[in-house]
């Protein structure tokens, strides 16, 4: 090899070094870049989550789960989706004694043919054995509420 083809190719080392070096620096330099990207993709999530969230209300008057169960136009039936939705799994004496509280007056018996409607419209689901049962809302209806509010896709 020739001394000018060896500076040569000293000097095709050296360039390839210096590029090797400015592509790690560039890669470096977009990192932040594609964080503040990442950032504000769940920023947009998250304020378009709370757009929802205040068109529901602006055109229904409130954002509550029984509105995602159109079927169930029974008050004492959308106050039980909603209690339900409070405090999990609860029976029949402990959701008729929390109705009382907040209507005034409940039956055992209301509640149960209420629980009966919600679980035909696929609302609720019962949990535990025949002795103890207990209701709660449905996997499905808990996912269509956290997509309406934009906490899931």
């Known amino acids: 090899m020739t001394p000018k083809e060896k500076e040569q190719a000293q000097e095709i080392q050296r360039l390839?070094?210096?590029?090797?070096?400015?592509e790690g620096m560039i890669s470096d330099m977009a990192k932040p870049y594609q964080d503040t990207m990442q950032m504000m993709q769940k920023f947009n999530e998250m304020t378009s989550g709370y757009l929802k969230i205040i068109n529901l209300y602006q055109q229904h008057g409130k954002v509550s789960p029984e509105m995602l169960v159109p079927t169930v136009k029974d008050p004492i039936a959308q106050d039980i989706l909603v209690i339900l939705f409070e405090?999990?799994?609860?029976?029949?004496?402990?959701?008729?004694?929390?109705?009382?509280?907040?209507r005034g007056s409940s039956s055992r018996k209301t509640v149960r043919d209420k629980l009966k409607e919600l679980e035909e419209a696929n609302a609720i689901e019962v949990v535990g054995d025949k002795k103890v049962k207990k209701y709660k809302v449905s996997d499905e209806l808990v996912d269509k509420w956290l997509k309406l509010l934009g906490v899931m896709k």
Do not use: G, P
């Open 16 to 22: 390839s070094s210096k590029i090797d070096n400015l």
């Open 87 to 102: 405090k999990k799994e609860l029976n029949v004496s402990q959701i008729a004694e929390i109705l009382k509280d907040r």
